[in-house]
């Protein structure tokens, strides 16, 4: 049995090249929708209860909600030398796509709305060395999803791709 109160949580690491990674943490959340939903698989198969309600689609929309920020490279852990942090200008050439995602199919949402995004500087730990350090920053996002008739086995999937098309992260959050 699985519970979603506070929506459903999604993370991933990825990378814009080989000296420039980062993490992508959200999750996805719908007034009131997730309090008290519960997944149960058992000997009748996948079945998602409210208290003893059967739910079996999502609200006429979600919304997802997530923030990225550097993270080091794998290469970087021995060696944070080579480390570039991530820029207004790297993340302005990312592109964001979603999609439904039933097994390993892929259906494309084209009709999300970025609702808000920001982006915030992050305050070094080690302020009085704030001048010599490169500056850090936080993207986040709140995009709107319409989601009326989508089956709550179907997960969303968000891929992000670097200024050239390579997918510099994926990631799907599921029930």
């Keep these: 049995m699985w519970n979603f109160d506070g929506g459903v949580f999604l993370e ?11 993490r ?10 997730f309090d008290n ?3 149960v698989d058992d000997h009748d198969g996948t ?8 739910v079996t689609e999502f609200p006429e929309q979600i919304t997802l909600l997530f923030v990225i920020r550097d993270f080091p490279c794998p290469s970087q852990m021995q060696d944070a030398s080579s480390r570039v942090y991530l820029t207004r200008e790297m993340m302005s050439q990312v592109k964001l796509s ?9 259906r494309p949402i084209d009709n999300f709305k970025v609702a808000f995004a920001t982006v915030k500087p992050i305050p070094p730990y080690a302020v009085e060395l704030a001048k010599e ?4 920053l936080q993207w986040s996002y709140e995009v709107d999803i319409p989601s009326a008739g989508v089956p709550l086995t179907d997960g969303v999937a968000l891929i992000l791709r670097n200024e050239t098309g390579r997918i510099a992260a994926r990631v799907a959050a599921r029930l």
């Design 12 to 22: 991933t690491d990825g990378s814009l090249n080989d000296n420039t990674c980062f």
């Design 24 to 33: 992508l943490a959200g999750r996805v959340v719908a007034k009131d929708f």
């Design 37 to 39: 939903l519960k997944r």
């Design 47 to 54: 079945r998602f209860l409210r208290g003893k309600e059967s």
């Design 98 to 106: 979603l999609f439904w995602k039933r097994g390993v199919e892929l």
């Design 133 to 136: 350090l490169p500056p850090r």
